[in-house]
């Protein structure tokens, strides 16, 4: 059973705009392909996913995000740190929230275009 480790100052600590991503794209480890979740919401500085299986809090991922930018597809690679990882209301499926702790400057506007920073 995978342990969760939750921060109850998260919303407090939420200064960017978050936005609810509705195509749900898979997240991609860039170094084995293998899908980690899928995107759920987007910040300037972090993300959402719900996967099926648990992350554990500290785990650190080179990602694939593919996202849509006004009518073009377009990818992002970042590095992400995963800060908790929750049950997701006994579904099967876990909810985990990533800081980005590595994005070059090209993909942090596309980042920042698609969020609407």
Not at 12 to 35: F, M, Y
Not at 68 to 92: P, R, Y
């Amino acid at each position: 059973m995978m342990s969760s480790t939750t921060n109850p100052e998260q919303s407090e600590q939420r200064s960017k705009n978050r936005v609810t991503i509705p195509e749900h794209p898979h997240i991609l480890d860039a170094h084995s392909g293998k899908v980690l979740g899928e995107l759920v919401n987007l910040s300037a500085d972090g993300l959402m996913a719900i996967s099926p299986d648990g992350i554990a809090s500290g785990t650190v991922y080179q990602m694939r995000i593919p996202l849509v930018q006004g009518d073009s597809k377009v990818e992002i690679m970042v590095g992400a740190e995963s800060l908790w990882c929750d049950d997701a209301n006994d579904s099967g499926s876990y909810w985990t929230g990533f800081q980005i702790i590595d994005i070059s400057p090209e993909h942090q506007e596309i980042l920042n275009a698609v969020i609407g920073d």
